[in-house]
């Protein structure tokens, strides 16, 4: 690899500051006592404590996946602290009160907490390690009747319908992340959108680990009533620290008769150094029910952080002509490594799925798409169309492509198609002997490898990741 | 044309390049002065296409001795890109896909980057598809080829014209034709060398590498080098490259040898 390509993909990391703030945080370890310390902290109700030492029983019983294609030192769950929150006054009046320090940091982030700021009116749920610190537009969502907010206050404003959904597309023991991310998460987004209603603006969740050695288990719950639709961001960064961080979410989706859910994602935690030291293993279970008839569940994720990522947002068609979308841009630089991909579960007639996957690899990286299409006997007519295409920049990296295709219904129409390029010497002497240098070259030819996925993305977003990609890449050619 | 006192473009002097520390070139001098064409030809392997890349400056061959100067500069102390922004253009022998990339915002890239390099205007999208669909006119092309991707699924002419029109949009001081006649059939022969001939005039330059001399036919030289092991053996005019087609590669090593037999 030339000494282009080399100073392209090595660009600083611009998110990796510490913001100064006493924060409240539970002493390492997990035991049933750490659980009962977060569920009472948040003052939860019996039933959900119950949810979770169910969740914690089943962990106990269970062991870490082996099967994905990453390698990392066993993680010692017992050094991780399951609980940080900002110290703030209990109830926050208005924005206005929020912790200037918290503020500028989201600030510094391009993050807009203050309404008035927000760009496009973008409503936002913000993280800050485990508790949400503030959501806008609460109030001008509710009067058509869409309940945005942490799902810490769901549990206590709206009961009956966490009881409902917690759970219902990621059992508990699901598996041994989704088991861990049930017994200790501590906030997340909450958000439904009741029968009929278009949601007027884009929702989004930012989320940000501050503090050293703890882990980030946020929930986060989206339903659609019946003909109901929403367009959902999730954003999220971290310090830059030279240990690992767990970050292990779960994101349920439901939507119902001709409801549509769309979520988006741009991550960009922090990816660890040049020499693969620090940064975040972000192993999440995100799972969509398209319950309904005509439903419709889209995900679109451009991963360009974390040290490792594991993840399958995942969609289940039971919903008869349901449809199901995945887009992906996975991007791994340096020594980091991402296992991600899709599972596509065909239940009802005429069901649909699309999946176009787009791996970039740059210096030792390994990036792996594994994505399951199952065709149970009970889904007539259904269709899957996967596109996985993978780019290899320099020639330390990896890109490996792992499709699962189950077809048990005979009129079911499935393809698959697949390509590995690489930005290649000749092509950046093409674009050279046209006067075009390599880094306009290489941001050329990879915002042209991810179109299909990036004109998925809402407008910002997809300005946001085009941003990102070509800071990522940049010295990454030569 | 030869023109009389013309300002000289490309000054090669005793150039020697190798790749992998193999030597491909052994020794190569070449004047090109404004007006010209210059045809070099020679058999599969005699250096041709090498001496064109190495000319563009691709980074598998390294110039082991000798000197190229390009109008003012030494072209060897600068980079793929400035050379062509200085105006040496190549057009390949076998141009490359670039998938995902709409040939319209690549050949608009490369415009804009070498107007800015020449102090002009950049010309916005708008502007430019009236400017290109103009160019392509040229070369009888559809403004279909705008959408696709760079060079993606096109046949060998529809390559072929890609680059001349590239040719036709840079306006450049010296263009070097690799093969550009190879893999096209008469009609697309015909339409090359046409758009060609338009772009020629008296201030520039062209350098015409062929195997052939059926693409001489349509675009006449004022010189045709033969090069054989790394070395120009013999230059003469137009009716050189016919006497080659009439009597063989053979004839060369043949002929240069009575000839020196009868000096010696």
């Known amino acids: ?478 | 044309m030869i023109i009389e006192n013309s300002k000289t473009i490309l000054s090669v002097q005793g150039l020697h390049a190798s790749i992998n520390g193999t030597e491909i070139l052994k020794g190569i001098d070449l004047v090109v002065k404004s007006g010209e064409i210059h045809a070099i030809m020679g058999l599969n392997g005699s250096g041709k296409s090498t001496f064109a890349k190495v000319l563009a400056g691709h980074s598998a061959y390294e110039v082991t001795s000798g000197s190229i100067q390009f109008g003012d500069e030494n072209l060897l102390t600068l980079a793929p890109e400035e050379r062509a922004r200085a105006g040496l253009f190549l057009a390949f022998q076998y141009p490359i896909e670039i998938p995902g990339v709409a040939n319209t915002q690549f050949l608009r890239l490369a415009y804009n980057t070498v107007q800015t390099q020449r102090g002009k205007e950049e010309l916005d999208p708008l502007e430019f598809d009236d400017f290109v669909r103009e160019k392509m006119k040229l070369l009888e092309m559809s403004p279909d080829f705008l959408d696709r991707s760079v060079n993606e699924g096109f046949s060998g002419g529809e390559k072929k014209r890609n680059e001349i029109l590239q040719m036709a949009l840079l306006e450049p001081k010296l263009s070097i034709l690799d093969e550009t006649d190879s893999g096209l059939d008469i009609d697309a022969l015909r339409i090359v060398a046409n758009g060609v001939n338009q772009i020629t005039n008296t201030d520039n330059a062209t350098i015409l590498v062929t195997h052939y001399q059926r693409l001489l036919d349509y675009i006449v030289p004022d010189y045709v080098h033969v090069m054989e092991a790394g070395r120009i053996v013999m230059t003469g005019g137009k009716e050189l490259a016919l006497e080659l087609e009439t009597h063989g590669y053979d004839w060369i090593s043949t002929h240069k040898q009575s000839k020196a037999g009868a000096t010696a």
Request: aromatic letters at 10%; a negative charge; glycine letters at 8%.
């Open chain 1, 1 to 478: 690899m030339s000494a282009a390509l080399q100073n392209l993909v090595n660009q600083p990391y611009k998110h990796g500051f510490v913001t100064d703030i006493e924060s409240d945080v539970a002493p390492k370890g997990l035991n049933e006592e750490t659980i009962r310390l977060i569920s009472n902290k948040k003052n939860e109700p019996e039933w959900l404590l119950a949810f979770r030492l169910n969740a914690y029983q089943k962990w106990l019983t269970m062991s870490e996946p082996k099967w994905q294609n990453v390698k990392h030192p066993k993680i010692d769950f017992q050094a991780i602290s399951y609980y940080s929150a900002p110290k703030q006054k209990k109830k926050l009046a208005s924005m206005d009160e929020v912790d200037p320090e918290l503020l500028r940091t989201f600030e510094k982030l391009g993050v807009p907490m203050h309404e008035r700021a927000a760009l496009a009116g973008v409503a936002v749920d913000v993280i800050f390690d485990s508790v949400s610190v503030a959501t806008t537009y609460k109030e001008k969502l509710a009067e058509v009747g869409i309940i945005f907010c942490s799902i810490s206050e769901a549990v206590h404003t709206h009961p009956e319908l966490i009881r409902q959904y917690l759970g219902s597309v990621v059992p508990v023991g699901d598996n041994y992340y989704a088991a861990l991310n049930s017994a200790v998460f501590t906030d997340g987004s909450f958000c439904f959108i009741p029968k009929g209603v278009k949601c007027p603006m884009d929702l989004s969740t930012y989320f940000r680990i501050n503090t050293e050695a703890s882990g980030q288990f946020e929930r986060t719950l989206i339903i659609a009533e019946e003909g109901a639709s929403v367009s959902y961001l999730e954003g999220c960064t971290a310090p830059q620290f030279d240990t690992n961080q767990l970050h292990a979410a779960v994101v349920e989706l439901i939507a119902l008769d001709n409801a549509d859910i769309k979520y988006s994602t741009v991550q960009n935690w922090y990816a660890g150094d040049e020499n693969g030291i620090g940064g975040i293993y972000n192993f999440v279970t995100k799972r969509g029910l398209a319950k309904g008839v005509n439903s419709r569940i889209s995900w679109t994720q451009v991963e360009t952080g974390s040290a490792i990522t594991w993840k399958y947002p995942s969609c289940i068609l039971r919903g008869d002509n349901s449809v199901g979308e995945f887009y992906s841009v996975a991007v791994t630089n340096n020594y980091q490594q991402a296992d991600t991909g899709t599972k596509m579960i065909h239940l009802g007639k005429n069901t649909r799925s699309t999946i176009i996957s787009k791996g970039i690899s740059a210096g030792h990286s390994n990036s792996s798409y594994r994505g399951l299409v199952r065709i149970t006997p009970t889904a007539q007519g259904a269709r899957n169309y996967s596109q996985c295409d993978s780019m290899l920049i320099g020639d330390q990296c990896g890109a490996h492509t792992f499709p699962y295709i189950q077809v048990r219904n005979n009129t079911a129409k499935v393809e698959h198609e697949a390509s590995t390029s690489k930005i290649g010497e000749d092509q950046l002497f093409y674009f050279s002997q046209r006067g075009i240098n390599a880094e306009e070259a290489v941001s050329m030819i990879i915002n042209g490898f991810c179109k299909d996925v990036f004109q998925q993305l809402p407008m910002e977003f997809a300005v946001e990741a085009t941003k990102l990609l070509s800071f990522k890449l940049e010295g990454s050619v030569g």
